[in-house]
């Protein structure tokens, strides 16, 4: 060792080979998508108590490192999967009824399906992990809320609803009213997300759920004249 200690070190180093740099290695692009997947499925089935980031490697695949790599807690690898799903949204191209109906459709489809049992499952939680909530509804609930009640609002101001209209309210209203009315609802339909198409009866009944947030009552003439499509049976 030479008197320089470190210097001495680092002149042997110089001899070697360079290593070749791992920054060449082609990058599996599947790979952060399917850590997503898998961590909601896993998270949905096992809550907490199951959800790890050695159980997401092996079901997505993967190698541990592969996880450790992207994220620093599972709490983080959580809330990003969550954060990653394609959630309802109020069209604003519709008039307010059908626009509420299809919202009521696509919410009550996102959670029969399974798509949305980890989400379901991180209220369920919250008593133990409540920033877990709070990130979630920072980053997915109160976004898709604020969406909604802008389109509300323009309707309004446009006069398409009455001035009195509280449209959180409307918003939040049908949305416990769907999501219960899908946990009621079983068995449940496929954990993948792939959804069968809805029958008419709970078409109709989403449409009532709208009718009567929007008008106190349902309209029969309104729910007669609104036929299923036609793969609807």
Known sequence: MSA??????????DDLPPRKSAAGRRRDPTIDDRLRRTARA???REGWAGFHFDGVAKAAGVS???VYR???DAQSLLI????????PALADD???EEALVAFACDTFTYFASGDGNANLRVHVDAVQYPNVLQQYRTRVVEPQLAQAVSVLERAREQGRLGPDVSCRAVVEALGGAVIVHALASAPWLSATGDCEVLDSATVRLLSEFVQQILYGRIRPSATRRRRPPAAVR
Do not use: C, M, T
């Open 94 to 96: 519709r008039p307010v």
């Open 4 to 13: 320089s200690g470190v210097g001495g070190d680092a002149a042997v180093g």
């Open 80 to 87: 990003d999967a969550l954060s990653d799903q394609v959630v």
């Open 70 to 72: 992207r994220y620093s």
């Open 42 to 44: 896993l998270y949905a």
């Open 64 to 66: 541990k490192d592969a």
